[in-house]
Every structure is written in C-alpha cells, then in structure tokens.
C-alpha cells in the first residue's frame, strides 16, 4: 500500500474523508442550490472509457394553449411535439503537491489526515467555483449576430436576462427595493418564480443589508430564544454572498466618472449542471526518497460533467479531452436548445443577472 511521509495511504478513505471535511472557504455559488445534476447526461458520461461528450434528447412541449373550436362540422387538426437535443462535455482537473517531511512541518502536530484533507476540500470547491463562474460567462456571451435560430435566441436571452441599470443617474444605478423584482420579471415574465436564489458580492448586501431589504432567517433554539442565522433573504430569494462574483472597473468616459460594476446572478434550483463523477484514480500518492532528503507528493484528479438547463454544450473539434475553463466561458460554444428551425422560450432558463454600481 502507498505510503505518504512514512504513514499509510489508502485512496478510498482519503476520498471518503475528503467529502466529510467542513468547508469554510467563500465559494457559495458552488454549494448553492443552483448546480444541479442530469441522469440521463451522467448515465452516458459516468464510465471511465474516456467519454467526452454526450447528446442527450430534450423534448419539446405539446402547441401553443389555442384548442379548436368544436361546432360539429369541423375536421381536428393535430400538430407533433419537438424533440430536441442538449449537449454535455466533461470536464478533467488535475494538480499534485509536493512537501518535505510533510506532516511533521506543515501540520506542526495537527493530524495528518485531517491537515490534508481540508486543505484539499476547500481547493475543490474553488476549482468548482471558478468552472461555474466560466460557465456563466460563456452563457452570457453567446453570439447574437446572424439571422440563424441560435443566435436570435440568444440575443433575445441575453438582452432579457441582463438588468443593467449601470447607465442610470444617481442611486438609481445602485441596487434598491425593486431591483430584483423587475430584473426577474423582465427575464421571464410570469415565469419569475423559477428563480429561487440571488448571489452576490459583499458591496451588494452590504448596501441590502443598510436598506433593510434583506432579512435574515431565525431559529429557534430549545429554551424558546430566537437568533438571527447568517442566511438571508430578498424578495423571497435566498441570498448568498460572494465576493468571487464578477466586478468590472470602468474607466471615466466623458462626464460619467469612473465606477465599479457589480453583477450579480439570479438563479433558479439546478440551472447549472456542474456533476462530479469522478476519476479512475482520484487520489495517488508517491514516495520518492532521494530528493531533498525524502518527499511525498499528493496527486488529486476530478472529473465533471457541465451544461446549464437549457442551454447546450456545441463542442468544438478543438476539445478533444477535457473541456478547460476557457472552453467553458467562450460563447460560441453555447447556444440555446433549438431543432433548427425554433427554440426552447427562454422564460424557461432560470438563469439572469443584475449589473449595477452598487
């Protein structure tokens, strides 16, 4: 069996201990209810023989809501649902540490397992978090121009799933009582519901908070008392607060004074599919006593699957291993589900983002 710094290694418990190791880092959006997981999608791309890329059907709702009127004369005209289909790539990650004497001077008497599998952890989460967050930016940047079905549906996406209120005057370009309201609702209408989370930078709820808008869950504990839980709510939406959400500095142009926009993402339960369905070898470990006198070296390797609900994956020839975090964030590899000749509402992607200054 491996041995790491003279102790036994054994890859399943490791993995097993890994998962059971509170994570503490600022990576909501990868813990949030908004990463979801596709069965049909992980059935296909869940064994180890080098999968890559999957289509799997979509299907398409039955007509419009229009019944025909009966008047006893009239033949019933019948119409065909649509199926489509939505793509899913994997994604591989890989990285390896290297110490000496590892668990004597780095953990200075802290327990070996526990040492390592929290630094390990918190890692993962932020590896997950900055795949999501290309995810989204490949999604917001999807190509609109053409007159092809995909790309009218993006534009139409994109321009009502963003609520930029950056150009407004005043504190009307600042997150207020009504921001998240309209922002929802000019991204799906009386589909607003859909949207079930808001997260975002620290500037932001701060200025909530300061207003009064965002309230804070309570519980109850066994004396009758009331707290305050560090978990809050706007508009009904849970709200989780991030500082790894994007921001953009702009430069003064003309009479408008330089400024930092702010985004944050609107989501709804299992808009993003980030699965993990893991690696042949997870976890190795290596002993190599020559250089520097000894030294052991950690080597970590994950694999997900990624696609957003609604959105396909368009795999280009380029990727033909692993779908790197540039892949995931270039727009001309996503396009809304469409059969060529219409496509999916977009009321139906729960997915939407507010830009403001604050």
């Known amino acids: 069996m491996a041995k790491f710094d003279s102790k036994t290694f054994n890859p399943q418990a490791f993995g097993a201990y890994v998962k059971r190791i509170p994570n503490v880092t600022k990576t909501e959006l990868a813990k949030s209810g908004a990463?979801?997981?596709?069965?049909?999608?992980?059935?296909a791309l869940s064994n180890q023989t080098g999968s890559l890329y999957a289509r799997i059907p979509y299907f398409g709702r039955i007509g419009g809501g229009t019944s025909q009127n009966n008047d006893g004369s009239t033949d019933i005209v019948?119409?065909?649902?649509?199926?489509?289909?939505?793509?899913?790539?994997?994604a591989s990650r890989m990285d390896g540490w290297t110490e000496r004497s590892f668990s004597k001077n780095i953990t200075a008497?802290?327990?070996?397992?526990?040492n390592v599998a929290a630094q390990v952890a918190d890692y993962k989460m932020e590896v997950k978090q900055a795949m999501l967050l290309a995810i989204l930016s490949g999604v917001f940047g999807m190509?609109?121009?053409?007159?092809?079905?995909?790309?009218?549906?993006?534009?139409?996406?994109?321009?009502?799933?963003?609520?930029?209120?950056?150009?407004k005057a005043g504190d009307d370009a600042l997150v207020g009582a009504a921001t998240l309201n309209q922002a929802i609702q000019k991204a799906c209408g009386d589909n607003k519901n859909i949207f079930k989370l808001a997260i975002m930078h620290s500037e932001i709820a701060t200025r909530l908070e300061n207003m009064k808008l965002?309230?804070?869950?309570?519980?109850?504990?066994?004396?009758?008392?009331?707290?305050?839980?560090?978990?809050?709510?706007?508009?009904?939406?849970?709200?989780?607060?991030?500082?790894?959400?994007?921001?953009?500095?702009?430069a003064t142009s003309g009479d408008v004074a330089?400024?930092?926009?702010?985004?944050?993402?609107?989501?709804?339960?299992?808009?993003i599919i980030l699965d993990d369905i893991g690696d042949s070898v997870p976890y190795e470990m290596s002993r190599d006593p020559k250089t520097?006198?000894?030294q052991d070296t950690l080597y970590v390797r994950d694999r997900y699957i990624c696609g957003v609900d609604g959105i396909s994956f368009e795999k280009p020839a380029s990727i033909t291993a692993s779908a790197s975090n540039t892949d995931l964030s270039t727009g001309t590899n996503w396009n809304i589900i469409n059969d060529g000749s219409k496509a999916i509402p977009h009321k139906a992607i729960a997915i939407a983002k507010i830009v403001s200054k604050g």
């Not at 008497?109 to 526990?114: I, K």
């Not at 309570?218 to 500082?243: C, F, H, K, P, S």
């Not at 330089?258 to 808009?271: D, H, N, P, V």
């Open 35 to 43: 990463v979801g997981t596709n069965e049909q999608a992980r059935a």
């Open 292 to 294: 520097n006198g000894g």
């Open 109 to 114: 008497g802290v327990d070996f397992m526990d």
């Open 78 to 90: 019948s119409s065909n649902t649509t199926t489509y289909e939505q793509g899913f790539v994997t």
């Open 143 to 167: 190509k609109t121009t053409g007159t092809d079905v995909a790309a009218k549906a993006a534009k139409e996406f994109i321009d009502k799933h963003t609520y930029d209120i950056t150009g």
């Open 214 to 250: 965002l309230k804070y869950l309570t519980q109850t504990d066994g004396e009758g008392i009331q707290r305050d839980l560090a978990i809050a709510t706007w508009n009904g939406r849970l709200v989780l607060i991030d500082d790894n959400m994007p921001t953009e500095d702009v």
């Open 258 to 271: 330089a400024y930092t926009a702010y985004t944050t993402y609107i989501l709804g339960s299992g808009a």
